[in-house]
């Protein structure tokens, strides 16, 4: 099929997974999937000196857990195995040969130390280094020991499409003769990732915006092969939570799997992540996969920096955890909890107070959840309502603790604590007079989840004698 859109995330195996890489992997799969497309993963692996040895376990890793999923790549294959760029070397030299027989690449003849005094003569002279004007007017055959420079067919400014910026333009200084191959028979970036775009017949091509200045390279590349380049996206930047630089280490950008580590959902991280430079042309904010797919457009992605907010994504992640089946929000709350705190009557005490699932850890140790296995201490003060009377307080719980004392143990639930003493409180000039000593009697905090829901998990006999200690 000559129109079908094919897409790919290609990164290095040089460290961790961030927000930045996996939204780039994001856009991609989703444009594949709304056009019926292909997505591919493929790894760019060729410079050994910077890889980090787990890097490509971690990649797909991270894809896997986010649902991610490419219909070509490592561990799957495809119509272009190998996926590795450092398995795919012949390739690499094949096109090399090909800009060498047409005359636009050649053995680079100098020393670094030669290159880097041409470079401090340019300094001296207060002119910007090009390697070009160093070009050797004749050259020996290329047998792999020299560094393999690429010859700029032609001089000129180029003016190209974005999808996201529109018209783009670069002048003639953004064009020189750069390395295609280094000495090691290891390609570079600026060539291995051209080739394996075309021999996959990439149709878009998504990445930074620090890949601009270097685009008119990469167009006299396609220019010299004779092939037509595919279409580019270039994404707006992640700002740093105070929106006035990029995203960085030290602004809180970290693995994509410690989000994992610390309970959020995959389904939240994706949506919080599309929305960052995207929007769907509506005030949704909450998305399946299935959505955000329907949803996708290229033409909707921003021009400026969206901003890293923790807040945000804490809520979207709220938003996915009430949307669990009651079975999953159990399986996850009960691995977070003490064996004598899994109890399902607790559940929504939880779910309630919780915006991912790392949070019970702080309800668990010294926190609310204390109050199920650790008798409160209270003051007395505190038990008072308003200027309520400390008789007519000690009265009403009174009155509350004979209404639950006629309730059978198999019928003490939540419902009919509740009913019962609502109607005491029904009764009274505020329902406060009575629920509030009783919320802080059961409780022993300030704020508290609801006390029909405490009294149900405490179980009658310890509702009572909690009561009776306000008393």
Do not use: C
Request: charged share 30%.
């Amino acid at each position: 099929m000559e129109n079908k859109v094919i897409t790919r995330f290609a990164p290095s195996p040089t460290g961790f997974m961030h927000v930045g890489g996996i939204r780039t992997a994001l856009y991609a799969f989703l444009w594949a999937k709304k056009n019926k497309g292909t997505f591919i993963l493929r790894i760019e692996d060729t410079d050994k000196e910077r890889e980090v040895e787990g890097s490509l376990n971690h990649i797909i890793e991270s894809l896997n857990w986010l649902k991610i999923n490419w219909n070509e790549g490592p561990n799957i294959g495809g119509p272009h195995n190998p996926y590795l760029q450092s398995e795919r070397l012949d390739l690499y030299k094949k096109y090399a040969q090909i800009l060498i027989d047409k005359g636009y690449a050649y053995p680079d003849p100098y020393t670094e130390e030669q290159v880097d005094e041409f470079r401090e003569k340019a300094e001296l002279a207060k002119k910007p280094f090009l390697y070009r004007e160093h070009r050797p007017a004749k050259f020996d055959a290329w047998d792999g020991t020299k560094p393999l420079r690429f010859k700029t067919p032609e001089i000129k400014s180029y003016k190209w499409n974005d999808l996201v910026y529109g018209d783009l333009s670069a002048g003639p200084e953004a064009l020189d003769d750069f390395i295609l191959i280094k000495s090691d028979g290891y390609p570079t970036y600026n060539f291995a990732h051209i080739v394996d775009d075309i021999e996959m017949k990439v149709t878009h091509v998504m990445r930074g915006q620090e890949f601009i200045s270097s685009t008119p390279k990469f167009l006299s590349i396609y220019e010299a092969l004779d092939v037509k380049p595919p279409l580019f996206a270039t994404l707006p930047p992640i700002m740093a939570p105070d929106g006035k630089k990029k995203l960085g280490k030290r602004d809180g950008a970290k693995d994509i799997l410690e989000y994992r580590n610390e309970g959020y959902l995959p389904e939240a991280i994706v949506n919080f992540l599309a929305l960052l430079g995207w929007n769907p042309g509506d005030d949704r904010e909450i998305f399946t996969m299935d959505e955000l797919v329907e949803a996708f457009d290229i033409s909707r992605i921003g021009h400026s920096g969206a901003q890293m907010n923790l807040e945000k994504l804490d809520w979207i992640n709220k938003e996915h955890i009430k949307r669990l089946s009651r079975e999953e929000l159990k399986n996850n709350i009960f691995k977070y909890l003490p064996d004598d705190l899994r109890i399902e009557k607790i559940i929504p005490i939880i779910s309630e107070r919780i915006s991912k699932w790392e949070d019970i850890k702080n309800m668990v140790s010294g926190g609310e959840l204390d109050l199920f296995y650790k008798k409160p201490i209270f003051s007395k003060e505190k038990l008072i309502y308003k200027n309520t009377s400390p008789e007519k307080i000690a009265d009403n719980l009174k009155q509350a603790i004979n209404a639950l004392e006629k309730l059978k143990e198999k019928d003490f639930t939540n419902e009919n604590i509740k009913n019962a003493l609502m109607q005491i409180a029904d009764k009274l000039e505020n329902r406060g007079e009575l629920l509030h000593p009783v919320r802080y009697a059961l409780s022993g905090l300030d704020k508290s989840p609801d006390p029909f829901i405490i009294a149900d998990v405490l179980g009658k006999n310890e509702t009572l004698s909690r009561l009776q200690k306000a008393i």
